[in-house]
């Protein structure tokens, strides 16, 4: 009798187990991998899983067993007895849990600090998140700046992330861990990308109106590649740090800066948060104004931009198509 009970609750929790198994390993639940890091997340996260199977099946046997074995027949209006509980099952029930959760924690400790930890020389990549675009910063690469991340396969960059106005956080789904972009702060994230490509970088902490726009491209190229694109970029971003003599490219200074949330044409922009600017015309006053102080959601540029920046980019924007 007893033994049948024990016999019957092993069989059930044998097939939920053998279900909830085939259904975590048969569907394609997790996006392409495409780091190295992504592999002790996934790693961590499938551990979970199968803990969480184990205790789900002891649960489902239990429920499923009690529910068919103890039903109440339909004349039976009686109170089943009291019981006072029972001091060594909660014991177990306490204990188990605690160990299991120890595990998990000890587990992500361990890959959390191995991710942390570039190998060899990492590309340095400064990140700014501001409303609503993301830009990033080559700074051993002559100041480069771009509005997609661009990084090569096989070596470890590492970000160094930043916002301007309020909290960000920065999330490559095929690249795995996420990291907040904090104002007056600087934190990292390490990743080393194994596969080359186009992957969505997104915004993945609510900032504001335009959050669900907030998102760009990670564009993983072969290390030829990458040093290829790094010659062709206008070094230093336009930005007019030597004092002067250059030419201010301010198609490029609108790449950088304005492109993630405007559409213009001319400068093949295509954002879709602000307004769009080959349906716009706005005397140069007015442009300017807007560019300094912001508003409507579009964050202020005086002191990110120069003087001559500011001034380059009001003449892209306000005079003929040049
Ligand atoms: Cu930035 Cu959400």
Redesign the pocket.
Known sequence: MRRGAIVALISIALVVAAITTGIAYFVDWLPEQASEERQGIDLVFWVTVAICIFFFAIVAAVSIYAGVKFRVQPDDESDGPPIHGHTGIEIVWTAVPTIFVTIIAVLSAVVLAQNDSPKGDPLRVEVL????AWQFTYPEEGGIKATNLYLPIDRSTRLELT?RD????FWVPEFGQKQD?VPGVVTTIVITPTKTGEYRL???????L???L?RTRAIVLSQADFAAWAQEQPQGGGSAGGGGGGEIDAKGIFTANCAACHTLSKADASGQVGPNLDQLSLAPPAVEQQIRQGGGGMPPFEGQLSDDEIEALVQYLTGSNG
């Not at 998140?129 to 609503?132: C, D, G, S």
């Not at 309020?166 to 956080?169: A, G, K, Y």
């Not at 997104?202 to 504001?208: A, M, Q, R, V």
């Open positions: 998140a501001q409303q609503y916002a309020v909290l960000h956080s972009a997104i915004c993945t902490e609510l900032c504001g335009g959050h669900a907030m």
